[in-house]
């Protein structure tokens, strides 16, 4: 089997109502889809994310574009079977050339966008070739369902408490037993008392997350989740920015019994090798449609492993329920349960692997078992390659 042509799509969806974390205003979800043909007349289909494509419409996209197109002659012609030589050669251009393709070193993280993208194709592609699920190419299922939580209480204009007591019973009435939180966009103070609020409308038994999305400095983060403390925090995820982690998170570790939680930002294994291996989080979060794709997952669960750290997965479930089901500490999934917060995930797929009483079960069908939606692609999307 070999890959005879590479498509590129570009999908972006407005929100009905923009949301806010500590530190965007997010108004619309955009995605990059690659579509992998085979001369076997497999297709293989890959997401990819980036922080870079927060917000951005297809014109934002021109980078990527010309990205996926330079590297295209390094998938072209390739066996799928061979995606770790594939990952190693695309990985390389962050720093030299490759095969007479020139290095990409200003533009790593679009690369490497464009990478867990094609990487994720090609393990779908695997899949469909020995039609077996991917978790069955990762080794096997360790566990037939994964818990999922449900992201939300995000900070809305003109946000009154009806509106974070309907929040929550909503994810109550579709079974979630863990909830998300946004912090970090208010005072401490208020950031705690709004914490407590959402905990009394889901009382005790609920477990409760906090994600700062790297708003706080070292000091602001410590008093935050000290205030915090008294609301039983389930872990409080990315408290400060990511380029002082390994000093910040030491720290506040050592001044808050709330476990951490980071990860999601890192976009190589290198990345994830510090926090895992010095330990400084007490869960990671991988996405692997923003740090190289399933290969770059594989590389961590074993680092996770070693470390007896539970993995958690950043965003789209319907890929991560296969890297999660294979991981000896495969723990949870992310999961956005309203449709305003995440059309993509409710319009995109043919049929979509359901949460139900808040998990996902394992899905069945070769590759990742997905299939687009042809009237969503054409809707919102553009084919840009
Ligand atoms: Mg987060």
Known sequence: MRVTKLDTYFLSIPLPQPVRTSTNTIRQV???????????????????HGPFLFNQGPAGMQAVNEIIQRITPLVVGEDPFNSERIWQDIFALTYRAVRGIPPLARQQRQLVTALSAIDIALWDLKGKAVERPVYALLGGALRD????????????D?????????????????????MKVKVGGLTPKADAE?????????GDDMALMLDANQGWDLPTAIEAAQRCEASNIFWLEDPMPWYDERHTLRRLKAATSIPLAA???????FGLRTLLMEGL???VIIDSTWAGGLTTWRKAAVMAEMQQIPMAAHHDPQIHVHALAASPTG????????????????????????IVDGSMSLPEA????LELREDTLEKYGVKIG
Request: net charge negative; charged share 30%; with cysteine.
């Open 30 to 48: 955009s995605e990059v889809i690659v579509k992998l043909t085979t001369d076997s007349g497999l297709v293989g289909i890959g997401e990819g």
């Open 145 to 156: 369902k994964i818990p999922a939580y449900a992201t939300g209480f995000y900070y809305r």
């Open 158 to 178: 003109h946000e009154q408490p009806a509106d974070l007591e309907r929040e929550a019973a909503l994810y109550m009435e579709k079974g979630y037993r863990t």
């Open 194 to 202: 709004r914490v407590r609020f959402i905990r009394q409308c889901v």
């Open 263 to 269: 990860g999601e930002t890192e976009y190589s294994p």
């Open 281 to 283: 989080v007490d869960y």
């Open 331 to 354: 723990f949870i999934l992310e999961s956005f349960a309203d449709p305003s917060r995440d059309p993509l995930w409710f319009e995109l797929f043919k049929e979509r692997p359901e």
């Open 366 to 369: 070769p590759g990742f078992g």
